[in-house]
């Protein structure tokens, strides 16, 4: 079975600051896909970022970027210079072999003007 | 149009009614997904469909819901005999390939059980 662990249910942020989200995962897979979406109060869920689990080199996508440790299933999303349009559930999802995505609980994060 | 676009948007069925609810993927999107959301949670995966063929309805919670897609391209999620526990945010997405591909989501539907 393939799991996915969000161990911070809310975080907050200074406008302009950094924030890391964690997120740990298992799996038996070897060929794996990680993901974190975003989800405003719209319900829609955003693709925020996606890693390949054979690529060494972590993902960055403008002011966010990952942390990947594959050795230590970690997967931690790190937002720069956070805005308020950054607001939302953050979800980190995992998609290995043939079954379909996994999402962990979620972790809310809010921005402070 | 260019989304995922998900209907109704909200729905409140009182206990024991059917409801359909509906998904209509971004078009030439190959694979169909349907997620539920409860309250504070992640999603939880229901189904998923590769074209018209339903190859995975292993999250399905009970023989009261039921998923189609008869041409490849609408889909729609019923679920008969409505419980409370049934309240939750119904979650589509569509992607252009399988299961590793990115997900497109919908707006949902949040369906309450009254």
């Known amino acids: 079975a393939q799991t996915v662990t969000?161990?911070?249910?809310?975080?907050?942020?200074q406008e302009a600051e950094t924030v890391t989200l964690s997120c740990t995962y298992?799996?038996?897979?070897?060929?794996?896909?990680?993901?974190?979406?975003?989800?405003?109060?719209?319900?829609?869920?955003?693709?925020?970022?996606?890693?390949?689990?054979?690529?060494?080199?972590?993902?960055?996508e403008n002011r966010?970027?990952?942390?990947?440790?594959?050795?230590?299933?970690?997967?931690?999303?790190?937002?720069?210079?956070?805005?308020?349009?950054?607001?939302?559930?953050?979800?980190?999802?995992l998609c290995g072999g043939n079954t379909p995505l996994v999402f962990g609980k979620g972790?809310?994060?809010?921005?402070?003007a | 149009g260019a989304g995922v676009s998900q209907s109704p948007r909200?729905?409140?069925?009182?206990?024991?009614?059917?409801?359909?609810?509906?998904?209509?993927?971004?078009?030439?999107?190959?694979?169909?997904?349907?997620?539920?959301q409860a309250l504070g949670q992640g999603?939880?995966?229901l189904t998923y469909f590769q074209n018209e063929a339903q190859l995975d309805k292993s999250g399905l919670p009970s023989d009261r819901f039921f998923a189609e897609r008869p041409e490849g391209s609408v889909s729609t999620l019923k679920i008969q005999r409505t419980q409370q526990e049934d309240s939750a945010v119904y979650l589509c997405a569509s992607s252009a390939?399988?299961?590793n591909s990115p997900l497109h989501f919908g707006n949902g539907t949040r369906l309450t059980v009254t």
């Open chain 2, 97 to 99: 390939q399988a299961y």
């Open chain 2, 10 to 36: 909200y729905k409140v069925a009182k206990r024991g009614q059917d409801v359909a609810l509906r998904c209509d993927p971004i078009s030439g999107h190959v694979s169909l997904f349907w997620y539920q």
């Open chain 1, 6 to 13: 969000q161990s911070q249910p809310e975080m907050s942020v």
């Open chain 2, 43 to 45: 999603p939880e995966f």
């Open chain 1, 64 to 93: 966010f970027s990952v942390n990947f440790q594959k050795a230590a299933k970690s997967f931690s999303l790190k937002i720069s210079d956070s805005q308020l349009g950054d607001t939302a559930m953050y979800f980190c999802a």
């Open chain 1, 26 to 60: 298992d799996t038996s897979e070897n060929n794996y896909y990680l993901f974190w979406y975003k989800q405003p109060p719209s319900r829609q869920m955003i693709l925020v970022i996606r890693q390949e689990a054979y690529k060494q080199q972590n993902a960055t």
């Open chain 1, 107 to 112: 972790t809310r994060l809010s921005v402070i």
